[in-house]
């Protein structure tokens, strides 16, 4: 960019400058297609690199001398800069140009061996004793080095001002001056607190660790990194490296902030003056985010790796930086929430949710259980009762989400099936949420095989069944017919432990406690009195109940009795029903009233109808019905 405006002794014509020295130029020196009108003394004399040049190209003997300054640091407005000290006008250093004037004075080579006191040493003095010193002067150096970069290195600039960065991010910032975004109308630029705009010396102390986070955001990836990377090396925490990478991210990328909520941080104001946000490649940021963040564990964080993947799914990254989430996911499932784990389906596939990515996530957090497992002593039993209670949150979890995908009708059986065995038997006490689950599968998926659904129900241990779910499951009409009799068989061997251990209770509880205490001890005859009274109401509500359960395991037993008089009479009489639906219609869970042989008779008439003819084929069906009914 050409510089714009006049400066003192220089004057712009277009795309000339000119030096206002009375004399005709003897040189032209041309940065970026701008021509400065130039004298050779001023040059030569403390610039060593245009007096070589100038040296190399005598034996032409022109008298104009013109050169090109090729990718000269910092453009024309730096090369401004440099030309005015050559004529000996004062330097203005900031924190914006000390960088690029620095660059560019190392490019001319203006060492102190030209002459004294050159552009280099003057540079060099004011970056460590003005630049160095400042969190705010540390921060605008650092951005302003982007134009720069490779040069910068080289002279240490960068390392110098990471390292002083980081030392003020671990240490107090009142030692330091306060960071940009900390300047208000309540405090002059040092930090101190002003009263009628009078300076009282007195310092605002800041409690909060993630000061510098809005500091560093206005920094590129590449700087952002470096400067992360550096904060480690030092000693910085790894929850505060965290909070700072996820603010970075949560910046940068919108989608992320949206799907997080209210969960993202303040944005601070910088009431000093303006930084300009880093222009930055969403796609090369989240690669550069997840190679930052340390291995740490949280709901909090466990979230925000959630977003991550969301956008990564989105901006398509590569597949390390995909597979290195589901990962980190994986390690903390257990602290996710069912709205975390439904990632919509970005792809061309047909469901709903990327159930693939769930389950590769399940599959991680195997691995780690694994792992932590083998590697943990015998006798930790804190590790043990923490395993166990991971797995079975995860669970739970793993039920939920399947219950909410189970509606999708482009959901195939086999992925309800791997999604369900991902985890081994040992993680559900109970498989009611399981149950739940498929009962929401089958209703969202009529035209389910019988077949299909017998496979996805041996995957339900019938035993973990409650007597609720059991219930439910006997009167469920989505659920096929061998699925029901072995449902209520169990519910049957329930309710016989429960009346078993009922009665067991009550026999321990009224045997004869022995004699009382003796009759001196009147407090203690009141007392054993009390709790005789307790024992004896107890008694009688356990009485209660066991009578009901007393009959509701006569009504099963009756209507089991039934269903093996029925299967029998079936067994016999094969001809006799021409499709099984008629079967499981009467030995449902609400069964009819057993049939005469008249109606019996009546329906094999029925038989030479075109609709019986069809139903037909259907009698290798009721044979494996009847195999089934073998089992009981």
Known sequence: MAPAGKVSGFHREGNDWYCSAGLPSDITVIVEGINFHLHKFPLVSKCAK???????????????????????????DTFLIAAKFCYGHRVEFTPRNIVTVYAAADYLEMTDEDDEDNLVSQSESFFHKNVLRTWKDCILAL?????????????????????????????????????????????????????????TGARIRSSESDWWFEDLSYLSVGLFERLIRTME????????????IMYYARKYLPGLGRWQGGQSSNTRRVTSYSLTPAAVDQKVLLETIEN??????????????????????????????KESLERRIGMQLELATLDCLLIPNYSDSDTLYNTDCVERIIHHFMTSETIITSFSPASADVETSSS?????????????????????????????????????????????????????????????????KEELCNIIDYQKLSI?????????????????????????LQLRTALAS?????????????????????AGEIVQRDGWVTVARENHGLKVDMDKMRSRVGELEEEF????????????????????????????????????????????????TPRASVEQPQSSRHSRHRKSFSLF
């Open 143 to 199: 951005q302003s080095s982007e134009s720069v970069l490779p040069r910068a290195d080289r002279l240490q600039i960068l390392n110098k001002c990471l390292n002083a960065l980081s030392m003020m991010a671990c240490t107090d910032p009142s030692l330091f001056g306060w960071p940009m975004m900390m300047y208000g109308s309540l405090q002059s630029p040092g930090g101190s607190i002003l009263w009628n705009g009078i300076n």
């Open 292 to 321: 930052l963040l340390p291995e740490k564990k949280g709901k909090s964080f466990c979230r925000f790796l959630v977003g991550l993947l969301r956008v990564a799914l989105i901006l398509d990254v590569n597949e390390k930086c």
């Open 561 to 608: 009795g039934k269903m093996k008089q029925e299967m029998k009479r079936v067994t016999k009489s094969h001809s006799s029903l021409s499709s099984p639906r008629l079967v499981a219609k009467k030995i449902g869970c609400r069964l009819l009233p057993r049939s005469s042989d008249a109606q019996a008779d009546k329906v094999e008439g029925t038989a030479s």
């Open 388 to 452: 166990s209670g991971s797995l079975r949150k995860v669970s739970k979890l793993i039920d939920s989400y399947i219950a909410e995908v189970a509606s999708d009708v482009n959901l195939k059986p086999g992925k309800i099936r791997s999604l369900a065995v991902a985890l081994p038997d040992s993680s559900r006490p109970f498989h009611d949420g399981l149950y739940r689950a498929l009962d929401i599968y089958f209703q969202a998926h009529p035209w389910l095989s019988e077949r299909d």
């Open 50 to 76: 245009i007096a070589r040049i100038y040296e190399e190209s005598q034996s032409t003997h022109i008298k104009t001398f013109t050169t090109e300054l090729e990718d000269f640091p910092g453009g024309p």
């Open 468 to 492: 609720d779910a059991c219930t439910h499951a006997s009167h469920n009409e989505r659920l096929p017919l061998r699925v029901i009799l072995q449902v209520l068989f169990f519910e049957q």
């Open 233 to 244: 090396a030092r000693g910085m925490r790894p929850e505060n490296l965290a909070g700072a």
């Open 502 to 522: 009922c009665l067991n209770a009550l026999d321990t509880e009224s045997a004869p406690a022995g004699p009382l205490t003796g009759p001196s001890d009147m």
